[in-house]
């Protein structure tokens, strides 16, 4: 076992008994205890189950065949046992994505699958499905200097009445493809499991680590044909939207916060602004994407 040590990330303190290198240090108290140990193998009461998963009120077991099982309770402790040993890197790539999901679901906060860049002042969000491009877009802004505030997966919470983007950690994850496509050679990059191509690039040098309020929200989307072009969303399709792409969405219901969810879902809808960002189905266009969105944040 690792020595146990604190990290910052998501506007939390968390104490782990396995390194989280990715996060920034923290000093104070901890908000979320990550513990190596055995866990259960079910849920006595399970309220929805999937493949991998079983979900009931503030409690959540993922199990990921040859990784290891995670167990979280009441949205401050996550215990994690290894089915195979040396394999730190497959505990990070479930722990800092799905099962840090739903313990912020069951701390009543609903994260959006979206990358997030700060532009002057305000937070502008990337959402999509996975592979729709939020990485790239905020690997496109990072290049032009803009402060990062996520890759893939954001917080939205409320403070002092507002709301507000609160910054991840100062990592991107980008496939060898990818990287390439900006020029960049992905041998110079850390591989996020040995057994596939996607990379750590590290952005402390642009990370924003700051809350700060939400602007608007970007929808990626791809068509048949050329051009790029931005449509607003609006009525219960922007309701809809922002539900669909609330990340692992699929455990709201199980966690027993579909209410909440509701609620937060309903006050974006009302606040902020989405759009949908059309792009064509083959090529690069990250350029030509942040051109047009830069157009549209002048509005």
Not at 55 to 83: M, S
Not at 97 to 122: D, E, Y
Not at 240 to 251: A, C, I, K, S
Request: with cysteine; net charge positive.
């Amino acid at each position: 076992m690792s020595e146990t040590k604190k990290y910052f990330g998501f506007g939390l303190c968390f104490q782990s008994d396995i390194p989280l290198d990715e996060l920034l240090p923290c000093e104070e108290k901890a908000d979320v205890f990550i513990i190596e140990g055995r866990t259960p193998e079910n849920l006595a009461k399970q309220k929805k189950k999937g493949i991998l998963y079983q979900a009931a009120k503030n409690q959540f077991l993922l199990t990921i065949p040859e990784t290891g099982r995670f167990y979280v309770q009441n949205g401050n402790k996550i215990i994690f046992q290894r089915f195979k040993e040396n394999d730190d890197k497959s505990i990070r790539v479930f722990l800092l994505s799905t099962v840090l999901a739903a313990l912020f679901i069951q701390r009543g906060l609903f994260p959006l699958h979206s990358g997030s860049v700060n532009i002057n002042g305000t937070a502008i969000l990337f959402s999509g499905i996975s592979g729709a491009g939020k990485s790239s877009m905020v690997t496109g802004y990072y290049k032009q200097g803009a402060p990062v505030l996520n890759d893939d997966v954001t917080l939205i919470t409320e403070i002092d009445n507002k709301l507000m983007v609160v910054p991840g950690f100062p990592r991107i994850k980008l496939w060898a493809d990818t990287l390439k496509a900006f020029d960049e050679n992905p041998d110079d990059y850390a591989k996020i499991r040995d057994s596939i191509e996607k990379r750590h690039v590290p952005i402390h040098d642009v990370f924003y680590n700051e809350p700060i309020p939400v602007s608007k929200i970007f929808i990626l989307a791809v068509r048949n044909t050329p051009g790029i072009e931005i449509k607003e969303v609006a009525g219960i399709e922007k309701f809809n939207v922002l539900r669909r792409h609330t990340f692992r969405y699929q455990f709201i219901e199980g966690l027993e916060m579909t209410k909440e969810h509701f609620q937060t879902i309903s006050r974006i809808a009302e606040e902020v602004k989405v759009y949908r960002l059309f792009r064509p189905r083959k090529g690069f266009f990250v350029p030509e994407l942040i051109k047009a969105v830069n157009e549209k944040l002048k509005d």
